[in-house]
């Protein structure tokens, strides 16, 4: 049984540590109770509680007190119990404040992180007084670990922190500290208290620009969205700002890349001309990210692109060729690519990318195929003028395969109703098609909508819908609501040939259970039983040319996602408020992803602040960390140890040695 195998290793375990405790600090047992150690922990990892042996554990510990090895495994074990054993978690602190005062940094260091971690609300009057010491200790490591150990007991109680004058400290630490990671830490812990309203001026940002060099990767990142927040009082700061920052366009971490980015756009868009060249400079350093081989990387950058082209098409209409889609790359990145070029798309270069996009539609992803038909009917509907396109799309119909006939339908569609002067080219086309030969809904309702609606000049149009007609309990609700329309609308082009039809079709609906169906089809009866001429001009009476139709964004949502341009609002494609409480940017976290067309991510963050993919990662230090598993519809982050995901950025800034 599992359980009596887990009670006996507790109990061999028991033993053993008697016996160790018995032979007190001779350097022969040393090696043995590292040992034993190494199996508690290792029980520790697979899930046994050994909580039980809490004292047997310390009082082993305790009597080899300079080794430094045993004394981490010890201290892990201490504040992996410590929650569940308050009481006898108190014994330790003699030994923790012992340590903090060693005269080495790294066990005064790990010491303090330990005292931190214990989480017992009750210890808080303990640890406050050897952080304090600590956050003004002549070792950088120590101090780190202090700073982070504030927001620890500021999460534990935020009173304490503030009665003792701790975030005052790190206010002052963050302008006088000479070690660039301490500045970072203490930013990063007055921005998660909310302290860091007032930091914002402009006497830290120069200093904090002027020695951006110094910080690690991870905190340059975190420099530059905290510069992000400052309005500069005139053009010539602007410029200043970005002569010093323009290398970090050239920086081979794409994080900081992203962050300066955006940074540069946003000081820049209350001036037109500079915010012009802004986007032109930070072309070639975008570009130069997709070169890279990770599609996850990629695919941030690309949804930046997206954005970018959408309020400014002209500035990548001539390197439109760079989106064209590539053998080796995923899915979610083809896709991506599409929505680029139909936004870049314009007189100059619409015909080449529509002939481009009818390679794709033979290809053999059927999702990538459909795809490429919308993206040319999206593109015939924005650029008009450009001969060729509305044929490029009518020649799909010649293909013969029934997904391609069934999404170029359902565009022609779309262009019969914004250019009704092209109307009888597109509805010349599909008179050929057979509606038994269309299966999918939203293509039947279009076909019929199409027959409906120019059914005067397909002679077997009310023949067509008779055949519907017969099987319309069988049909779905959209189809249904569009032919008793298309009916209704014949009706008063063709009475003759389509009263039998009119009549078939609002008997059928007016017994189906769809209430949709059912009162369209009761409105329809006593509007004919009303007055003809009136249910003629209510029904039958030309269509407006639609001018433009509902777009997938707002322009005002779009300047909203471009406000948090290098989060994960780019991403998501709505502004973060949809999708996350309402808290401040800077906490921004996201626990779940889904985006279709995801189909595989890196299983774990990477360590050493690898520039490879899609997310910061930041330190949260109370929580746990967080493992990133990308699944074919659904981005997951699971709870594992010490981090927590914070903003997205266009690449993988994947951890930083926060505790080490």
């Known amino acids: 049984m599992p359980g009596e195998k887990s009670r006996g290793e507790i109990g061999e375990i028991r033993t053993q540590l008697n016996a160790l405790s018995a032979s007190g600090s001779r350097p022969e047992a040393a090696a043995a109770k590292k040992e034993l150690f190494k199996k508690v922990i290792n029980c520790m990892t697979i899930g046994i509680d050994m909580s039980s042996l809490f004292m047997l554990v310390m009082t082993a510990g305790m009597s080899n007190a300079e080794d430094v090895v045993l004394k981490k495994m010890l201290y892990l074990f201490i504040c992996t119990y410590a929650q569940s054993n308050p009481d006898l978690t108190l014994l330790t602190i003699n030994l923790l404040n012992k340590d903090c005062k060693d005269q080495d940094p790294t066990i005064r260091g790990l010491a303090l992180r330990s005292l931190c971690s214990l989480r017992v609300a009750n210890l808080i009057e303990y640890i406050v007084s050897p952080v304090s010491l600590a956050l003004q200790d002549r070792n950088p490591y120590v101090r780190r670990t202090a700073v982070l150990g504030v927001l620890k007991i500021y999460n534990l109680d935020a009173a304490a922190v503030r009665n003792a004058g701790m975030l005052e400290d790190l206010h002052d630490m963050l302008q006088k500290d000479p ?72 920086h081979s971490n794409s994080a900081v890349v992203m962050a300066t980015v955006k940074m540069f756009l946003h000081y820049t868009l209350s001036m037109p001309a500079t915010h012009q060249q802004v986007l032109e400079r930070i072309k070639d350093p975008l570009m130069t990210l997709l070169s890279r081989d990770h599609f996850e990387t990629a695919y941030a950058v690309l949804c930046h692109f997206h954005l970018i082209a959408q309020r400014a098409p002209i500035i990548f209409s001539q390197i439109y060729t760079t989106f064209y889609c590539r053998i080796n790359e995923p899915s979610y990145i083809k896709h991506l690519k599409l929505d680029i070029l139909a936004a870049i798309a314009d007189e100059t270069n619409a015909y080449d990318i529509a002939t481009e996009l009818t390679e794709y539609v033979n290809d053999i992803d059927e999702k990538l195929a459909r795809k490429a038909i919308r993206t040319v009917g999206r593109i015939a509907l924005e650029v008009q003028d450009v ?41 010349g086309s599909i008179s050929n098609i057979s509606l038994e030969d269309v299966e999918e809904p939203e293509a039947r309702a279009a076909f019929i909508w199409i027959l409906g609606e120019h059914g005067q000049g397909i002679q077997d149009a009310p023949y067509l819908l008779e055949a519907c007609a017969q099987g319309f309990a069988n049909e779905e609700d959209q189809v249904q609501l569009a032919l008793l329309s298309a009916a209704m609308k014949l009706f008063f082009k063709r009475p003759p040939e389509c009263q039998q039809l009119l009549g078939v079709t609002l008997a059928a609906a007016s017994a189906e259970s769809s209430q949709d169906v059912h009162d369209r089809a009761l409105l329809y009866y006593r509007l004919l039983h009303y007055n003809l001429q009136e249910a003629k001009r209510i029904v039958a009476s030309p269509a407006p040319a639609i001018t433009r139709f509902a777009d997938e964004q707002s322009p005002e949502q779009r300047d909203h996602i471009f406000d948090e341009l290098n989060t994960l609002a780019v991403i998501y494609r709505k502004p973060s408020s949809s999708f996350t409480n309402a808290v401040p940017a800077h906490k921004e976290a996201m626990l779940s992803f889904c985006h279709p067309g995801m189909s595989r991510f890196h299983s774990a963050l990477l360590c050493c602040g690898i520039s490879c993919t899609a997310m910061l990662v930041d330190k949260y230090l109370m929580s746990t960390r967080i493992c990133i598993t990308w699944h074919p519809n659904e981005f997951c982050c699971l709870p594992a140890y010490k981090y927590r995901c914070h903003t997205l950025v266009s690449g993988f800034h994947v951890s930083t040695p926060w505790d080490s």
Not at 196 to 225: D, H, M, Y
Request: contains cysteine; aromatic residues 8%; hydrophobic residues 45%.
């Open 179 to 250: 070690d660039a990671q301490v500045v970072a830490n203490c930013m990063s812990v007055l921005l998660e208290t909310g302290s860091g309203q007032s930091l914002v001026t402009r006497a830290l940002v120069i200093s904090l620009l002027n020695r951006i060099k110094e910080f690690s990767e991870w905190a340059q990142c975190q420099v530059l969205e905290f510069a992000t927040h400052y309005r500069p009082s005139d053009e010539q700061e602007v410029y200043d700002f970005m002569n010093v920052l323009d290398d970090r366009l050239s």
């Open 387 to 427: 001969p060729g396109l509305v044929e490029r799309l009518l020649g799909f119909l010649d293909i013969g395969k029934d997904f391609v006939t069934a999404e170029t339908i359902v565009q022609v569609k779309d262009l019969a109703r914004k250019y009704p002067d092209i109307a009888e080219v597109c509805v």
